[in-house]
């Protein structure tokens, strides 16, 4: 009797509890489009995306359930700990996977992500993670990090539609659209002006607050929707790494949630004072930046890091960040020669490029260079050199 009963308890039960499973799985795998899991660790979850940090190099994890290589080994309360605390296991996980923001995830949220991964096909693939550079490759240096810049919070609701506060919440949350659009300070933590614009390796991400110039301050919430829901509105066309993050995620949000972080968006105050002045010109910056990607960055490389002897960098370059940059602008007209010395008899050399670009674009791409990867020189005006070319031109014919 007592078997009958248990058995038929259990036949009771089994549908209910497969079928709470199955909304589980299903609101688990909205989580990750919110979170835009693939975008990091790749279409199938299993990792092995090189993200280029100012620190060096880190290799995204696999998360597929494999045991070895995997999250297999995770209990749902390790899973929170990784999104919520950065500490796994004893492990303290780089802020490049944006736990700073998930860390605002509810805990039934997050338990449903984790119930959707399990069901993902396991991948067997090990993946090298930590390959930053001494001494930052030292995990441990991230506890002493949390102390001092992770402190999530979220804004008082109090009179907030209900549209904004979570718009809110996707922005700042899941979304962690500040990981791109915020700038940071020199050990990768967010300052101020929150989403108000700032430099990746090699692409701009635009300020993102009401200002009319440099941010969305023009746009209908309408535009918003459009650009994140198709990656175009009457503004702007996306590239570069927004792209991915339509395709993978905002794409595929809910109308409701891509109009709450119109709504959210749209209510953000002018940055006051942006980071560097030049970025308030955001189409100089994009044309600057797609300059520098055609005409230098094959040699100077996307990171502006150069190649070792042969190449100098152009982060912390003092021809790059001198107050006058009349040097500068000579450099990239006229090219230059290094000297040739016994030790390294052929030095390879800057190419002149007046031929190939004309002044508003040397200002552009000079602007871009010196307010980019924590250079600090002020903007550089088109008149500026077309007065250097003048010279050089000058000089050339008195010189025949
Ligand atoms: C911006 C890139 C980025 C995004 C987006 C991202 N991650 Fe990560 N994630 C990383 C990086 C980098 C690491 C490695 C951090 C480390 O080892 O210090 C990591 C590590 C992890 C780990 C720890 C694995 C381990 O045990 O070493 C888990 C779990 C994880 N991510 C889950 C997720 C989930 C779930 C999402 C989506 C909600 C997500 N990540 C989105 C970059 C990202
Ligand atoms: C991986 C980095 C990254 C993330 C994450 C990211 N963005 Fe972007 N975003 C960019 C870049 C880069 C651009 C500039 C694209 C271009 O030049 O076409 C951009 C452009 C935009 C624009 C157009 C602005 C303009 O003036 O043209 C909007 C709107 C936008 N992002 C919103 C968001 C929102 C909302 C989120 C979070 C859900 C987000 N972004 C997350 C990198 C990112
Ligand atoms: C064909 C490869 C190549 C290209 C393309 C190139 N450079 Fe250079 N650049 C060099 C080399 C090599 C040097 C070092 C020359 C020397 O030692 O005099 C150099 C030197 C420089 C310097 C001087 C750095 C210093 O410390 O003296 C600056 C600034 C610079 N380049 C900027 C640029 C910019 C901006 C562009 C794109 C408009 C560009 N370069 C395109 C190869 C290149």
Redesign the pocket.
Known sequence: MRALLVAALLFAATPALAQADGAAVADGRYQAVLGDCAGCHGDDLSGGIALETPFGRLVTPNITPDRDTGIGSYSAADFRDAMKTGIVQGKALYPAMPYTAYARMPDKDVDALFAYLKTVKPVRHAVKVNQLRFPYRWRFLMRIWNLIFFHPKAPDPASHSAAWIRGEYLVNGPGHCGTCHTPKNMFGADIKPILGGALLQGWFAPDLTGDAQTGLGGWLAADIVTYLGTGRSAHSIASGPMTEVITNSTAQMRPGDLGAIAAYLKDLPPAPGNTHASLRDVERMKRGSS??QI??S???GLDAKGQGP?????TG????NQADAST?VR??LAG????GTKAAPT?????S?AWR?DDRQ?AD??TY?RANWGNQGTPVAQDFVGGIRAGLQDGQSASK
Do not use: D, E, F, T
């Open positions: 300059l520098y005409n230098c094959a040699c100077h042969l190449v100098p960098p152009l370059n003092a021809v790059v500068l450099l990239v230059s020669q290094g000297a030095r390879p050399a800057m190419p490029l670009l040397v791409i000079l260079v």
